[in-house]
């Protein structure tokens, strides 16, 4: 069965930290898609990457970068000099027929 | 804005009632999915549909059900509500069923039983 296992609850950081946010997953599909949404205090649902299962490279973009690596079944999501609208809850997904999300990390960054 | 419209954002209703929880898709997008976030469930998934058809079921209770309009607009019908469906319902669509595809969210419906 498929399954997205965020083990950190929660994290603080102070602002201009890096922070990195971990995701693993499982599935039984050789082709898979992974995802990373951003829900600020606001409670929207906001998308921040996709990622397939044939594509390994890592992605950033800005102050954010992701790290897929399948032989861990990891995809990893690091905030590199935080600030303070970063503090949201952050949800990986994995897609098979449908998006099963990870219970989410609830960040923090104070100033 | 997403695209994905859902109405009404916030809704409180009291035990027993039934309410109906609308959704208009993004432009072109033919796919409908219901997610319930509850403090303690996390974001689970309810139901899918694609171009009218139900196409997924997740966790959704009976006393849940939804359907999909020519329109592609989506609702979603609680019914002899409880306490603990309290909750943020989101819609999300997109163009098409098929695994690439991410979804696009609304701003979510927030259902409040008392």
């Known amino acids: 069965a498929q399954k997205v296992t965020q083990a950190q609850t929660e994290i603080s950081v102070v602002e201009k930290e890096d922070v990195t946010l971990d995701c693993v997953y499982e599935?039984?599909?050789?082709?898979?898609?992974l995802f990373w949404y951003k829900q600020p205090p606001s409670g929207e649902l906001v998308f921040l990457i996709r990622?397939?299962?044939?594509?390994?490279q890592n992605e950033i973009s800005g102050r954010y970068s992701w790290n897929f690596q399948k032989s861990t079944s990891s995809f990893n999501f690091t905030i590199t000099a935080s600030q303070v609208v970063d503090s949201a809850v952050y949800f990986c997904?994995?897609?098979?027929?449908?998006?099963?999300f990870g219970k989410g990390t609830r960040l923090h960054i104070l100033p | 804005d997403s695209g994905v419209t859902q109405t009404p954002k916030h809704l409180i209703t009291a035990t027993g009632q039934r309410v109906t929880l609308r959704c208009s898709p993004r432009?072109?997008?033919?796919?409908v999915y219901w997610y319930q976030q509850s403090l303690d469930q996390g974001l689970q998934f309810l139901i899918q549909?694609?171009?009218?058809?139900?196409?997924a079921k997740g966790n959704i209770l009976e006393r849940f059900s939804a359907q999909q309009f020519p329109d592609l607009h989506s609702e979603l019908n609680l019914s002899s509500l409880e306490l603990g469906d309290s909750a943020l319902y989101f819609c999300?669509?997109?163009?098409?069923?098929?695994?690439?595809?991410?979804?696009?969210f609304g701003s979510g419906t927030r259902l409040t039983v008392v």
């Open positions: 599935t039984r599909d050789t082709t898979y898609y």
């Open positions: 999300a669509s997109s163009v098409s069923s098929r695994e690439g595809y991410g979804y696009t």
């Open positions: 997904a994995l897609r098979d027929d449908k998006i099963i």
């Open positions: 432009s072109g997008d033919l796919s």
């Open positions: 990622r397939n299962s044939f594509d390994e």
């Open positions: 549909y694609y171009n009218g058809e139900e196409r």
